[in-house]
């Protein structure tokens, strides 16, 4: 089991700035890949970005691409989302989630844990 916990929401100014975090317990952290979804009212949950477990690589949404940064620090066992230039498109809750496997994926599905999520508010 992996037990994960977000937090560094909030509400902001477009155009402000947010950092998310996730942080792990319970198995090894670096065994998994990382993800972070969000999901707005009304809409189903959406990739946002993703990072492998050595965290060499990442990959983003298209809508996120030059905004927004991925990234992990195994010794605190935490992966985190810095948010740039929001938009009050990025209003949603956001997740983190864990997986096995052999690469990051972009399919909720593919992901066996899941944080409580944390709310970012984008205001125009």
């Known amino acids: 089991q992996v037990q994960l916990v977000e937090s560094g929401g909030g509400l902001v100014q477009a155009g402000g700035s947010l950092r998310l975090s996730c942080a792990a317990s319970?198995?090894?952290?670096?065994?998994?890949?990382m993800g972070w979804f969000r999901q707005a009212p009304g809409k189903e949950r959406e990739f946002v970005a993703g990072?492998?477990?050595?965290?060499?690589?990442?990959d983003y949404a298209d809508s996120v691409k030059g905004r927004f940064t991925i990234s992990r620090d195994s010794a605190k066992n935490t992966v985190y989302l810095q948010m740039n230039s929001l938009k009050p498109e990025d209003t949603a809750v956001y997740y983190c989630?864990?997986?096995?496997?052999?690469?990051?994926?972009?399919?909720?599905?593919?992901?066996?844990?899941w944080g409580q999520g944390t709310q970012v508010t984008v205001s125009s």
């Open positions: 989630a864990a997986r096995s496997g052999l690469s990051i994926s972009i399919l909720p599905r593919e992901y066996s844990y």
């Open positions: 319970g198995r090894t952290f670096s065994n998994y890949y």
């Open positions: 990072i492998t477990r050595s965290g060499r690589s990442t």
